[in-house]
């Protein structure tokens, strides 16, 4: 019934951050990201408030949150390199062949909110957890994927582009999940000891 804990050890350890830029042409399989969304919903959830949306992307899609990002990193200035960057943003983003928006939706005037305003915390906890989720089983998929907080959805057309009913602060945008293929592989981060991390009061 269990993975065995070695296969999941490493699938945890080898997981990394890819650039969009270093994905290939390879198309994804999207119905095997559409399942992957399925599974990774099932991340603890205190009040069973369901908080994540997802929003798959297609090309046209995709592309023009690439240009909006562009617009949003230009901004009004004519700095030369904040332009250059800008495009480079556009061409890197908008060529991604897969990216799946993930937002957390809690509704602030809700009697449960009212009660208990931690909710909005706990809801953002269990999208971050559903993150995770994604991001390992995208990546027992042999996807290469990017957790970006780039704010796009700063741009006014955003919402319209992605097709997000709800306004801020009820729905926010928290990831943006590129996903393709890539031969590249990101250098492992290094880790401070865990004894620096983990107080160890269990054998006293
Ligand atoms: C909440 C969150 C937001 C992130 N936003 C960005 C981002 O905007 N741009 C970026 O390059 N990486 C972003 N990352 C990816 C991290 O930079 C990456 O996880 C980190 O460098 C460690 O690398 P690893 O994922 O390969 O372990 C984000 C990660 C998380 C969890």
Known sequence: MFVPQKDLERLISSRR???????????????????????????PNHHRTEPARFYLLDKSRIEEVGRL???????????EFLRERAAKKTEEWGSSPGLIVVTCFTDHSSELVAGKPAVIEEDY??????????????HNLGFAAKWSTGPAWKHPDFRNVVGIPNAPPDERVIALIFYGHTEKAAPSPTYAPIEMK????SNS
């Open 69 to 79: 990002f562009g617009e949003i990193v230009a901004g009004d200035s004519p700095d």
């Open 198 to 201: 983990l107080s160890d009061h």
């Open 17 to 43: 951050t890819s650039k969009p830029s270093w994905f290939n042409d390879q198309e994804p399989d999207h119905a095997a990201v559409r399942n992957a969304i399925e599974i990774a919903r099932k991340a």
């Open 125 to 138: 906890a269990t999208c971050a957890c559903i993150c995770q989720n994604l991001l390992l089983l995208l």
